[in-house]
C-alpha cells in the first residue's frame, strides 16, 4: 500500500583508455536493493487487537526493515503503542521477525511475534509463532490465511489464551479511485471451533511526497460468538466504529 524507495547500490566499470581512442565504457550495473526500509506513526481512536477493544486513545510508531536474501524475504520490525485502559496508562512494544518464500501460487510466510505490556505495575510478556500463505489475485484482490501459535507457554489461562487464532484477510486496492483500499479480516479460534470477529476497513493512501503517504481510515468490528463467550473480554469486545491516522515514510 506504501510507496517505497529501494535504497540501491549501483557498481561499474571503466575501461581504461580514452572512449574517443575506441576504448569500449563499460555500462553502469544495478546491483539488487540492499534493503526497503520505512518508519510510521499515527493516532487512533480506539486500540483494537483480533476484534477486542483492549484500550482508547492509541498513539503508535513503528519501524520496519525488509531484506531478501538466498531466494527469501526477510522482515524485522518493532511496533510502541501507548494507550488508556480502564483509567490506566498501558505501553505495549511488540518485536517482529518474519521470513517468507514466493513459491509463485502462492507465498509462505513464518515468524515470531513477541508482545510486551507494561502499566507500570504490572508487566506481562507473550510470544506467538506464525505460519501461512499470502496470494496477490487478480484486479487489485489479495488474500492471506495465518495460524498463530502460542510460543510463550503464558497463553494457557482465560486472559490470554488465544485458543489457535487465525485470520483469513480479503483486500481489494483503488477501490473507485486510486489510493482507496477495502480490507475485511475474520477470525477464527480453531481450539473453540468459533468465530470470534469480523474487522472492515475502509482506507485512503495518501502520497504527500514521493517517499511518504498519509493514510487516513474508518473501520468497524463485529463481535462473533467466541469474544461474546470469552470471559476476559466481556466489556471489552463491542460492536463498534473506530478510526485514525497513519503517516509512513519509506525508504
Avoid at 480506539?46 to 538466498?70: C, E, H, P
Avoid at 483500499?181 to 479460534?189: A, I, P, R
Avoid at 470477529?197 to 467466541?226: F, K, Q, V
Amino acid at each position: 500500500m506504501n510507496n517505497k524507495i529501494t535504497l540501491s547500490l549501483l557498481g561499474g566499470a571503466l575501461v581504461s583508455g580514452s572512449a574517443f581512442a575506441g576504448e569500449v565504457v563499460a555500462p553502469l550495473v544495478e546491483v539488487s536493493p540492499s534493503y526497503e526500509a520505512d518508519v510510521t506513526v499515527g493516532a487512533h481512536s480506539d486500540y483494537i487487537f483480533r476484534g477486542a477493544r483492549l484500550g482508547t486513545d492509541l498513539v503508535d510508531s513503528a519501524v520496519n526493515v525488509s531484506k531478501s536474501a538466498w531466494g527469501l524475504d526477510f522482515t524485522a520490525g518493532a511496533w510502541y503503542g501507548s494507550f488508556v485502559n480502564d483509567g490506566d496508562n498501558i505501553d505495549e512494544l511488540d518485536l517482529t521477525f518474519g521470513v517468507s518464500k514466493d513459491f509463485g501460487f502462492a507465498r509462505f510466510n513464518t515468524g515470531y511475534i513477541h508482545y510486551n505490556a507494561d502499566s507500570g505495575t504490572a508487566n506481562e510478556e507473550l510470544a506467538e509463532v506464525y505460519v501461512g500463505f499470502s496470494k496477490d489475485l487478480c484486479y487489485g484482490l489479495s488474500s492471506s490465511l495465518t495460524y498463530f501459535i502460542d510460543a510463550s507457554g503464558e497463553l494457557s489461562s482465560d486472559e490470554g489464551d488465544n485458543n489457535g487464532y487465525s485470520e483469513l484477510s480479503l483486500a481489494k486496492s483503488d477501490l473507485f479511485l486510486e489510493g482507496l483500499t477495502l480490507s475485511n479480516d475474520l477470525g477464527y479460534l480453531v481450539e473453540k471451533g468459533q468465530l470470534s470477529h469480523n474487522t472492515t476497513t475502509l482506507g485512503y493512501d495518501y502520497s504527500l511526497s514521493e517517499n511518504a503517504t498519509i493514510t487516513p481510515y474508518i473501520a468497524y468490528t463485529w463481535e462473533l460468538d467466541a469474544l461474546e463467550e470469552h470471559a476476559s473480554f466481556t466489556e471489552r469486545e463491542q460492536n463498534r466504529f473506530y478510526g485514525g491516522v497513519a503517516l509512513t515514510v519509506s525508504f
